[in-house]
């Protein structure tokens, strides 16, 4: 595989940073996933933060070296970390289960697979033209749906964040899946929450990533949305791939994984972590307390890898 990556996340105007991204490929097959914590629900960025490693850990525990079925271990993980938040919330009695939006994408033998639940997005670029999106579990796009308003209505409309699927909570999560789609050469993927897409349309993100090199253009598109979001700026991350070598640069900047080892994997994950207190005040996790709460989530997590 032949690929150039990037992914960022940053908090906007939020005290806190409830979104989560992370990466990980092997010589055969790569695996992009994003988790937006629902800041309505107590431990939202611990949501995601489950959501995410579970991605990680069953993907490097099952590529081996590719997954049989990508759409199912979407579907599958997906639904593992649903009964791992509730798991979580009854082990440290949690008036509320936390939540997640959440969505994934595995390559491998040159298709892309996809699966979203909420409304964080993924779409695929070619040439500058959009050819492949998810379409958000939200009331908004129902009302799109029905006629009630236009699309470009979304990112303002006042019930935009009201979402009918998640992970976590009472209800079981809808889960999209994609069908099986070729990558050519060029092909831009992008995986983002709403923080983003909000306040740049799909038609300018295609025009920040195909025309540069995404090492450059992405940092400086990621810049520009936090800036537009202003003072009431959501949580922002994302997650672009361009597919096949970087023709639009000068310096190398191309992951190739030709020379990867079986069973060898690289991994961008992002370990920010905070605390509530009684007092409703958060702050960012030190290292040591970091240190403690993943090992709280990592016991969640082993009941549900397998």
Known sequence: MRFTIFQESRKGSRRVNQDRVAYTYGRDTLLMVVADGMGGHAGGEIAAQICVRLFIERFQQEAKPVLKNPLKFMQDTML???AALGSYANQFSMLETPRTTCVAVIVQAGYAHW???GDSRFYLFRQGSLVGSTKDHSKVQYLVDQGVIAPDDV?????RNKIFSCLGGLVDPVID???RTPLRNGD???LCTDGLWSVVPPHEVAGWLTSQPILKSAPQMMREAEKRGGIEGDNLSVICVRWGPETV???PSTTMTETMGLGQFETQIDRTLTLTDRAGTQRDLTDDEIERAI???QSTIQRYRK
Request: hydrophobic share 45%; charged share 25%.
């Open 177 to 179: 899946l994609s069908k």
């Open 155 to 159: 990112a303002s409309h006042p019930d």
């Open 188 to 190: 831009v993927m992008v």
């Open 80 to 82: 593992r970390a649903h």
């Open 249 to 251: 640069a000068d310096e």
């Open 115 to 117: 699966a979203h639940v």
């Open 295 to 297: 090992t709280e989530i």
